[in-house]
């Protein structure tokens, strides 16, 4: 099986949750014999072609940025080169070793260029949704830019052979807000390797722990991007309830985005600005390290696909406190692998939050419970060979389809 995969983000640029699905899946895909040639922008270097497994990464210069052109015209330009490229790669494939069976296209920024190639060349096109511009607005489409971007997203969805979505909350929206048939839609799930954080048990993180918080206080990390589907903002106005609860903890809130300095205001305004450290943007490495050492991990988003942070927490036994919204509530299961709270709701999130730090021992048979199951169901053996399972019912599907 050969396959053709475009996607905005892959080491050494990843902004979320699609960039890290993609950085997995890809060798995952490459053990169980797939071979991977992934197309992406080089936003942030990294070599124009670079071997990893199984798999080959092309990245192709992004255009510079014009004052003149918005973000939705900057991502159909480098779509252009993209599909300069992929057509490269393509007619070179062609003269030696045969054609791609897939073309795998993560999300409306590579749209362009998948559903060129797939009518230039007659690929048959599987299109990966972990967003949409309708949940990301809940529901509110209405700015030039944004119905620009819903209209890219149906138009993927509607090219594509299948779609994958990541959970079945996303798979319900993209039937609802994109129209497309639900048999046409396969729900794979999002994993996690848990290598990375058992490397870390036993190791002893007091120095580092020193750098965010005193030794008798207990820390509440959230990590992800700042902004306002990922309620940060609902994590600061909770935190005058936890602190009044547990007066010694530090919330710890790692990444960037457009909410942060609002964020640091808000806390300014309610008196909590000394109990938070907004670190901004952190190594992996260090974020692993704060899991480790985090009393609870929450994550109060507004909206969320999937979760893949609530993942990394699980995977780190980290007592996990998330909202009650999309593809976390999938994840987390109320008081067997975490605490489920309502959305958007300070109150309840403070509850979650102390109810987790007064009873540790109840928290430790949750992280247990929450361990076993990462190891178990969200896998990336699993989930690649999941994957192959589609590409074969495409390949099988156009073997007696006309064209």
């Known amino acids: 099986m050969r396959v053709l995969m475009l996607s905005w983000e892959y080491p050494p640029h990843i902004v979320g949750g699609l960039g890290k699905h993609v950085n997995e899946l890809v060798p995952a895909l490459g053990q169980e014999g797939v071979e991977v040639h ?44 993209l599909q300069a490229q992929g057509r490269t790669l393509v007619q ?72 994958i ?43 580092f722990r020193a750098r965010y918080a005193e ?29 009044v609860g547990y007066p010694k903890t530090k919330f710890v809130v790692a990444g960037t985005g457009g909410y942060l300095d609002s964020a640091r205001r808000r806390a300014q305004d309610l008196g909590v600005a000394s109990s938070f450290s907004f670190t901004g943007f952190i190594p992996d490495a260090d974020r692993d ?51 489920v709270v309502y959305p958007d709701n300070p109150d309840s999130l403070a509850w979650g939050i102390l109810e987790t730090l007064r009873h540790p021992d109840w928290a430790a048979a949750r992280v247990d419970n929450a361990y076993r199951r990462v190891v178990t169901e969200y896998n990336w053996r699993s989930i690649a060979r999941r994957t192959i399972d589609v590409y074969t019912r495409i390949a099988r599907e156009l073997a007696v389809a006309v064209w």
Request: glycine share 6%; proline share 5%; net charge negative.
């Open 289 to 339: 390290r704060l899991f480790k050492i985090a009393n609870v991990a929450v994550f109060p988003s507004l909206y969320e696909p999937f979760g893949i942070v609530a993942l990394e927490a699980m995977a780190a036994r980290t007592p996990v406190v998330v909202s009650n919204v999309g593809g976390l509530a999938e994840v987390v299961t109320h008081n067997e692998t975490g605490l």
């Open 92 to 163: 070179t494939l062609q003269q030696s070793a045969g054609n791609f069976d897939i073309i795998h296209a993560h999300d409306w920024l590579v749209a362009f260029a998948a559903i060129a190639l797939k009518n230039e060349f007659k690929i048959p096109l599987l299109a990966t949704i972990h967003a949409t511009e309708h949940g990301r607005n809940r529901g509110d489409v209405g700015s030039d830019i944004s119905q620009s971007v819903h209209s890219t997203e149906w138009w993927l969805c509607y090219e594509a052979w299948r779609i």
């Open 38 to 81: 992934l197309l992406t922008p080089g936003w942030v270097g990294g070599n124009h072609r670079q071997q990893v497994g199984n798999a080959t990464i092309y990245r192709v210069d992004p255009p510079p940025h014009s004052e003149l052109t918005d973000f939705f015209s900057d991502a159909q330009r480098t779509n252009w080169l």
């Open 165 to 207: 979505c990541c959970s079945q909350f996303m798979a319900d929206e993209v039937a609802s807000a994109l129209r497309s048939p639900r048999n046409k839609i396969d729900v794979i799930p999002n994993g996690i390797e848990t290598t990375r954080f058992d490397e870390l048990a036993g190791a002893d993180l007091r120095a």
């Open 215 to 243: 030794p008798d206080e207990q820390i509440v990390f959230h990590v992800g991007r700042i902004v306002h589907e990922k309620g940060t903002r609902v994590l600061v106005e909770a935190a005058p309830r936890v602190l």
